[in-house]
């Protein structure tokens, strides 16, 4: 299945590019030499880039939810909330923490999870950022990045197909191949 071609206001990502960021955001960080103890990663979009790199690293991997795109399909941005709680697969967060997530947009997100984050787990002693796309207008600039998109344009990621698709939708959707976990492996 072919995807439509990326404009200034819309970049369209495959699966295969996609996996392509994440393996490039990975060779970033450790090329920056930077020792971190531990990755925790932002429901929903980081989810996926998180797991790659703590499987990577071998590190732990924490999940904090976040949600401020729910409107529209999750294309309008509303109000930001932040879990009461962290799930991490060992320990707490402390020490040397790489946060995650697929992209800073506005940084509002970053801004109001970093100042959280610190308010929340003092022992946290180092804390960096890294996302696969930074937009144009942010007012944040993580310490890691794939790629910079001054124009702003709307990211179409491989799994956006998942936010419209009901249950009920699911067999005649399997039924008439319109799409398969990997398109990009046929």
């Not at 997530?101 to 610190?118: E, Q, Y």
């Amino acid at each position: 299945m072919s995807m439509p071609p990326s404009t200034e206001r819309d970049l369209w990502v495959s699966w295969e590019q996609y996996h392509g960021l994440i393996e490039r955001l990975a060779l970033q960080v450790h090329e920056s030499g930077w020792a971190f103890d531990k990755i925790l990663c932002l429901a929903r979009g980081g989810v996926r880039v998180g797991d790659v790199l703590s499987r990577i690293f071998d590190l732990p991997l924490g999940i904090l939810a976040t949600s401020s795109y729910r409107e529209a399909a999750g294309t309008v941005q509303g109000q930001l909330d932040i879990a009461q709680f962290i799930t991490i697969t060992r320990g707490t967060l402390d020490g040397r923490v790489l946060l995650v997530d697929d992209m800073v947009d506005t940084g509002l997100t970053f801004t109001r999870v970093r100042d959280h984050l610190v308010r929340q787990f003092p022992g946290i002693t180092e804390l960096r950022t890294a996302v696969l796309w930074v937009k144009g207008h942010s007012q944040v600039q993580p310490d890691y990045h794939v790629e910079h998109l001054p124009t702003n344009p709307w990211i179409h990621q491989p799994f956006e197909d998942y936010d419209s698709l009901r249950p009920h939708q699911l067999e005649s959707w399997i039924r008439k191949g319109v799409r398969t976990a990997y398109p990009d492996s046929e």
